[in-house]
């Protein structure tokens, strides 16, 4: 687990974060926040949005089912 405090930020600047790792800030002894690779945020991002999706399909499972043509009548 790679750490960085405040004081290493503040000397160090952008520095102090390494790249492509996940490091906890510590303030006052404690991880207070959490750095990840932007690509790490987005994949995490995208896979919380599929167990949305799928806890959505999975409450509406048992719901009547509407005919498409009723929804989208021939003109």
């Known amino acids: 687990m790679k ?9 160090n600047g952008a ?14 002894s404690k991880p207070k926040a959490v750095l990840l690779p932007v ?13 949305e999706d799928i806890r959505d399909i999975e409450a509406r499972k048992n719901e009547d089912l509407i005919d498409a043509d009723q929804i989208f009548p021939e003109k």
């Not at 995490?44 to 599929?50: G, I, N, Q, S, T």
């Open 3 to 11: 750490t960085i405090t405040i004081q290493n930020l503040k000397t």
């Open 39 to 51: 690509d790490q945020y987005e994949m995490f991002v995208e896979a919380l949005e599929e167990l």
């Open 15 to 28: 520095k102090a974060i390494p790249e492509d790792q996940v490091v906890y800030l510590i303030v006052n």
